[in-house]
């Protein structure tokens, strides 16, 4: 009897996991749907009032006890006065200049791309002429069409008559170097990864191992070059020809796009594939200055009011479900390669 009773409590239990999951992935979907219906919302933080809110929080944290009090009625003063101010001057003519502050951070398929022009949108129809526009940009580069497109929406900034300066932190290489060259300045980190000016493709072929087993494959084109290399069918010579000629044809475009918009640079010389880190790159006048965003921030916020503005899905279930596995699955690839290079060093 006992272990009747435990066998049909494990049953209930697992066909009780197993419903729960199946309710779990229907919410999912459902409210993956109502994501798509609900689109886009935009997002505006002022980075002066977090910046002095956490200033503010440290202060009061190392002021002694007994003069606490003291620093917040300080602080709530100061608030009021600066609201005053802010009125004032939006009742008359202020003349503070605003910062727009965009991040790109691309993938292969430059997948940010829409929303990037979405956000660009934003920032062109309130922006003034002295505006600046900060874009915070990390790629390694993609298609060729994808950052193409990413790049003309700078282009849009600079055509509005924006000042734009794209701050590269870690890497903007190939299509991202595509998407800085466009900015009026480019303020790269010291080790920033920058250039690959440059076209790759590569194309797995398994004819033969496809003829070893007797295998067909027909390819049936209309158009002499509509397929010039193929995964399954037989390469021919005259084929990779004209496959080297379009990598040609793309590169030349590329130079061109850089060389209109740093026509200071070399271009013959430096858009050879390499890469170069920061410092060097600024020797290479393939950037304007060595920085990292958040000191040129500091530095833009102490002389004008700065904004970043972001387009973000409505934070539902499907959506808060997706960003802890992705973060779960992102630190547990991140620790164990950590494991597996501290255990190499350990070996050596």
């Known amino acids: 009897m006992a272990e009747w009773v435990v066998e049909m409590g ?8 197993i419903m729960g999951a199946v309710a779990l992935l229907l919410i999912i979907v459902m409210r993956s749907k109502e994501t798509g219906e609900h689109g886009l919302k935009l997002h505006v933080e002022s980075l002066n009032d977090q910046r002095r809110a956490r200033q503010r929080r440290l202060r009061v944290t190392t002021t002694v006890q007994g003069a606490r009090k003291k620093l917040i009625k300080a602080f709530r003063q100061e608030e009021k006065a600066m609201q005053k101010a802010a009125k004032q001057g939006h009742s008359g003519s202020s003349s503070q200049q605003n910062v727009w502050v965009l991040d790109f951070h691309g ?12 956000e660009v949108s934003a920032v062109i129809d309130v922006a003034s002429g002295d505006d600046e526009v900060i874009v915070r940009l990390e790629s390694a580069g993609g298609l060729v069409h994808a950052y193409g497109l990413a790049a003309a929406q700078l282009d849009r900034l600079r055509e509005a008559g924006l000042t734009t300066t794209v701050c590269i ?7 991202g170097y595509m998407m800085a060259c466009t900015a009026s300045h480019i303020k790269a980190a010291p080790f920033a990864v920058i250039g ?8 797995p072929n398994i004819h033969r191992l496809l003829k070893r087993n007797d295998i067909d494959v027909e390819l049936l084109t209309a158009g002499k070059y509509k397929r010039t290399l193929t995964v399954l069918g037989e390469n021919t010579e005259e084929g990779r020809e004209k496959f080297i000629d379009d990598l040609e044809n793309t590169h030349r475009l590329f130079k061109e796009y850089v060389s209109r918009h740093r026509p200071e640079m070399d271009i013959d010389t430096l858009a050879t594939g390499e890469i170069w880190y920061g410092s060097e790159a600024l020797e290479q006048k393939l950037v304007d200055s060595i920085g990292t965003s958040e000191a040129y921030l500091v530095e833009r916020i102490a002389n004008a009011q700065v904004y970043r503005v972001k387009l973000e899905p409505p934070k539902t279930l499907s ?10 699955v992102e630190h547990a690839i991140v620790k164990a390669l950590g494991v597996v290079d501290a255990a190499g060093w350990q070996r050596r």
Do not use: H, M, Y
Not at 169 to 175: E, H, L, T
Not at 196 to 203: E, K, L, R
């Open 319 to 328: 959506r808060k479900v997706g960003l802890a596995v992705s973060a779960g």
């Open 10 to 17: 494990t049953f209930l239990l697992q066909t009780t996991l």
């Open 196 to 203: 690959s000016i440059g076209v790759v493709a590569q194309v």
């Open 107 to 118: 993938d292969i398929k430059a997948s940010q791309a829409e929303r990037f022009a979405q």
């Open 169 to 175: 932190d870690k890497v903007a290489a190939s299509g």
